[in-house]
């Protein structure tokens, strides 16, 4: 029997200047998540709990970013996975989920690190366009923003921050 490819998924890593709890908190609670990662959303840090991320809060249903997903585990201030899907632009795997895991490090009082890893994923076509989009949109846009709100305060939406500065 051949061995299986290696599984291709997008990693991520931040160390942030805030306590542990904060940074939990950001990922954990609809006030946090509207903080950094959307302008909207709806979470229940449940097992099977909703983990929605509303990018366009304001779109039709199926056209807001990331609806229908769900908190699969977590270990309170160490481990949350949920899972993920593809935006409205890419409707060939829009209605298939992917898998992100992410794991929260205390580095110091007031210092956090945050690893993520994002799994799941198919390949050619809008697989491939979708793991492109997103090596993009968490290395470049959400982690980024994550560390905007702790250095300069939540994010506001209705101006969002140009991030090419760090």
Known sequence: MAADPVERAIFGEITLTAGLDEVWAAWTTE????SFFAPDCRIALEPDGPYEIYFNPDAPAGQRGGEGLR???????????????????????????????????EVGAESTRVTLRHDGWGEGGQWDEAF????????????PRLRYRFKHGPVNWENPPDLTDG
């Open 31 to 34: 006030e946090g998540v509207k």
């Open 71 to 105: 908190v699969l585990a977590f270990q309170p201030k160490k481990m949350l996975s949920f899972t993920w899907n593809a935006p409205p632009t890419l409707p060939e795997v829009r209605g298939q989920q992917t898998h992100v895991i992410l794991r929260f490090y």
């Open 132 to 143: 492109e989009y997103f090596e993009s949109a968490w290395n470049i846009v959400v982690l």
